[in-house]
């Protein structure tokens, strides 16, 4: 029995399971890479370039909003800006960079080896990438889409955009979509079928529990907006009538469709960040965050209360009264799970030694940051009110409170606890809380104002205002609390460019947390695990610190790619799943898929030429591979 | 410490024996394929709402002098494609027992019963008297159409895969997944006839009788 490599400790015998699981090294083979880490790890990158893309862009607009009459840009490049800006903050950077760290983390935390279906994976990671830096290219082109991020008919509609904007809008956010998805059931199918044996779901960490909830909101989300963004497609290029009244159609239906997505948007966002902190609290107080069931259910509710929300978006346009009534309820509602959610949190940090570190930092930041933002939602949230302030700087102080408090304080927090995960070195303290320092004051001060400027009367999204309107100085000085907070931002920047190379070494588990990716080395080997461990309970580094304590899973052959399958519930060992190595299919697929739908554009055929191909790229990934039949395994 | 320093660890689980063969729930693809289900079916949720919500704000529906389509040969696709679940049925049935011949046989009726179905329909789009541009009835008829038709052909070419293979001898009674996951979508594919068959040939006809 004991003669299976799996078993020996030698290092000499680690090197075939390390072999295994390689990603080949050179260029051309990174476009064959399908390990949930090189993967995961690509899209934190990638939505970091975007979300800097998107401020660089935003840093812009305020550079053109800094003086009245101010002639730097003129009005339809601006509604190309706050278009791209949006767009890309949405779709490019806060989902998929919430995906990544889930990509990236969830296999360890749960002790697998890798995702269920690691080439889907790399499919999706290059479908956002041509999405994201086609979106770009036509930026740099000048034809950006120029409707807003969300779009809204009938100004998106041809009579109105007839320009090449609006499609490569409409093509590539249906575009990401499927990116989106894909991640989502990939991770859906991960947590529920890969977790270690007596990782029960009572067992979970609260960030799966956070992508899991995540994960689920995508999928019934997402195809929403995708059949939204295809009618659109249809309406533009042939000329169907959806959204066209003269049709029969009807623009409302566009903004139904999209708010069905648009709101639980705001909580896909939010919710792994809500993981996020719970995490970071549990490990910088160095206990059980407090009432774990309440966390879990609260944000299940959450999950489901979001899809409530959609009309909330839409308290102007006229909708019979009882819907209202039902829809402000509706909002109230969600202030329930996140009542539970911040009493558990006050709980969990009540008379604990806080260490205050940089990720603890972040998420203190996060609460002061939110509850600003949780106040003017409230604030909207009631019809009068929202009638008033409805498309004024009120909101967009509002809806940045609310992102940059609820996604990227958290998303911060979570980079600089886990980068030594990633990277296998710390990154630098002092930079980080002066990243932090400034990126706090820099928010407050740049967004602020804008509430005043609201209440003022200042509409959102003009490219310029009247001298006489007063409005000059608090612009002004927005515009240079801009230049502050992205100050905070660069700083991080440069940390994680320079904590790569010369940060202190990190060793295996440097903020002694309990949860089962700080058992892996850092940067964890391309095995993850050298064996697969067992669970005994929810916080197995802390639990089961002594060593000799530790169980684990034998039996995984060392030759090919394997791991173990578990039942839903209680994680008992089920089967073992055969995984499919490196591949240059997916990048292939997402090539001639992307290559459909730009196609598309400019002649509706080449879609069809893309489907055909693509034909090709799914049967060249598909081809079937006996590994078990050409081993004697009985 | 990591766990590679660990001297003498403790297997509490041995995985030498278990199965490298899935039947079904235990196989993560099964639950991919129940996810791209699902995502699907919000897609066609979101067809059916945007259907109905359309109907809602147009005083006539279908658009005036636009007779409600012809019943039969809709009809007729929606008994095949339920004849062909039972086919798909019957063909994982035999898999099961290992009669690879019966296997082989299910799946292609499967494949033909389809294919008739794409015959009728696409006979069908011939006789669409109106276009996708002319108001949103057509758009919506000529969009929902050809969403299920693609699907049809999708689905079609999967299982003629699996058709061929099965005549290579790939499945029998342990290596079957990939005809288990065929069946599922082949379900869904079939079943999502009925509320498309629903709106687009039934709906009309109510509508128009309550209009006067
Ligand atoms: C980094 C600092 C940021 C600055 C200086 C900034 C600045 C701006 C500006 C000037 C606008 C245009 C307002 C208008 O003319 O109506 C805007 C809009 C917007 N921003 Fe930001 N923003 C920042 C970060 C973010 C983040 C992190 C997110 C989301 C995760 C975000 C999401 C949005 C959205 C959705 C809009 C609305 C776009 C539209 O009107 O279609 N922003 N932002």
């Known amino acids: 029995m004991h003669k299976s490599p799996t078993y020996d400790q030698t290092p000499e015998a680690t090197a075939p399971l390390s072999q295994t699981w390689q990603s080949p090294p050179g260029f051309v083979s990174w476009f064959t890479h399908v390990n949930q880490r090189q993967i995961g790890y690509r899209f934190v990158v990638t939505s970091l370039i975007f979300f800097a893309l998107a401020g660089v862009l935003a840093l812009i607009m305020r550079l053109q909003l800094i003086a009245p009459e101010n002639t730097l840009l003129g009005a339809d490049f601006y509604n190309q800006l706050f278009t791209m800006h949006g767009t890309t903050m949405m779709f490019f950077f806060a989902v998929p960079a919430m995906e990544g760290l889930g990509i990236y983390l969830v296999p360890l935390m749960i002790g697998t080896r890798d995702m269920s279906f690691p080439r889907l994976n790399a499919f999706g990671y290059y479908v956002y990438l041509i999405a994201g830096v086609s979106l770009f290219v036509a930026l740099f082109l000048g034809m950006a889409p120029a409707a807003g991020w969300f779009s809204y008919v009938p100004l998106a509609n041809i009579a109105f955009s007839p320009g090449k904007g609006m499609d490569f809008w409409t093509s590539m956010i249906t575009f990401i979509e499927i990116s989106a998805l894909a991640a989502a059931v990939e991770l859906i199918v991960t947590i529920l079928k890969q977790r270690a044996p007596g990782m029960t779901l009572n067992r979970m960490p609260l960030f799966v529990w956070s992508i899991l909830v995540m994960s689920f909101m995508i999928l019934f989300a997402m195809p929403t907006v995708m059949a939204g963004s295809v009618l659109l497609a249809l309406d533009r290029a042939f000329d169907m009538q959806f959204f066209v009244a003269s049709g029969g159609g009807d623009p409302l239906l566009w903004q139904h469709l999209f708010w069905f997505f648009g709101h639980p948007e705001v909580y896909i966002i939010m919710v792994p960040a809500l993981g996020i902190i719970s995490t970071v609290i549990a490990t910088f107080t160095r206990k059980p965050v407090f009432g774990y069931t309440a966390l879990v259910l609260a944000l299940v509710a959450t999950g489901f209360v979001s899809f409530g929300l959609w009309v909330h978006h839409m308290f102007t346009t006229g909708l019979p009264h009882l819907g209202l009534s039902f829809f402000t309820a509706a909002g109230a509602m969600i202030a329930i799970p996140s009542g539970v959610q911040v009493f558990c949190w006050i709980a969990s940090l009540w008379g604990t030694r806080i260490r205050f570190a940089t990720p603890m930092l972040f998420v203190l930041g996060f609460f002061a940051i939110f509850i600003i933002g949780g106040l003017t939602g409230v604030m909207v949230a009631s019809i009068p009110f929202d009638t008033q302030v409805h498309d004024s700087y009120f909101v967009v102080a509002h809806l940045h409170y609310v992102l940059i408090g609820g996604a990227v304080f958290p998303f911060f927090a979570g980079l600089y606890y886990w980068y030594p995960k990633m990277t296998g070195r710390l990154m630098s303290e002092r930079l980080g809380k002066w990243s932090f320092a400034l990126i706090f004051i820099g928010t407050n001060l740049t967004f602020f104002p804008m509430h005043q400027l609201g209440l003022e009367g200042m509409p959102r999204r003009i490219y310029t205002y009247l001298e006489g309107m007063g409005w000059g100085d608090l612009n002004f000085a927005i515009t240079l609390a801009a230049f502050v907070l992205a100050a905070g931002f660069l700083l991080t920047l440069i940390n994680a460019v320079i904590s790569r190379t010369r940060g202190a070494e990190a060793g295996d588990n440097p903020w002694q947390a309990d949860t089962l990716e700080w058992a892996a080395t850092s940067p964890p080997q391309n095995y993850n695990f050298r064996h697969l461990p067992v669970v005994n309970s929810r916080h197995p580094l802390w639990d089961e610190a002594d060593l000799t304590r530790r169980q684990y899973v034998k039996g995984l052959r060392a030759d090919r790619r394997e791991l173990l399958v578990t039942t839903l519930l209680e994680a008992q060992p089920q089967s073992v799943l055969i995984m499919p190595g490196p591949s240059i299919w997916p990048f292939l697929l997402a090539l001639v898929v992307g290559f459909g739908f730009l196609g598309f554009m400019f002649q509706p055929l080449l879609f069809v030429v893309g489907f055909a191909l693509s034909f090709f790229a799914i049967t060249g990934w598909l081809w079937p591979r006996k590994p078990w039949i050409s081993t004697k395994e009985n | ?212």
Not at chain 2, 122 to 138: A, K, P, R
Not at chain 2, 156 to 173: D, E, P, Q, R, W
């Open chain 2, 1 to 212: 410490m990591s766990m590679s320093e660990v001297t003498e660890p403790q297997f509490s689980v041995d995985a030498t024996q278990l199965s490298r063969f899935h039947g079904g729930t235990d196989a993560p693809i099964w639950w991919g394929i129940v996810g791209l289900i699902l995502i699907e079916m919000s897609v066609v949720a979101a067809f059916v709402i945007s259907y109905f919500y359309l109907v809602m704000v147009n005083p006539t529906w279908p658009p005036e002098g636009q007779p409600a389509s012809e019943l039969l040969w809709p009809t007729v696709s929606m008994v095949l494609l339920l004849v062909s679940c039972v086919t798909m049925y019957l063909a994982g049935k035999s898999v099961n027992r290992d009669r690879v011949t019966a296997f082989v046989i299910y799946t292609w009726a499967s494949v033909a019963l389809a294919t008739v179905v794409l015959v009728i329909r696409w006979l069908q789009f011939q006789t669409f008297d109106f276009s996708w541009n002319d108001h949103v009835y057509g758009s919506l008829v000529w969009t929902i159409s050809g969403f299920h038709f693609l699907h049809v052909v999708s689905a079609a070419t999967g299982t003629s895969v699996v058709a061929l293979l099965g005549m290579k001898k790939f499945f029998n009674s342990k290596q079957r997944i990939g005809v288990v996951v065929d069946t599922l979508y082949w379900n869904f594919v079939a079943l999502a006839w009925i509320p498309f068959y629903l709106i687009l040939y039934w709906a009309p006809r109510m509508t128009q009788t309550a209009g006067g």
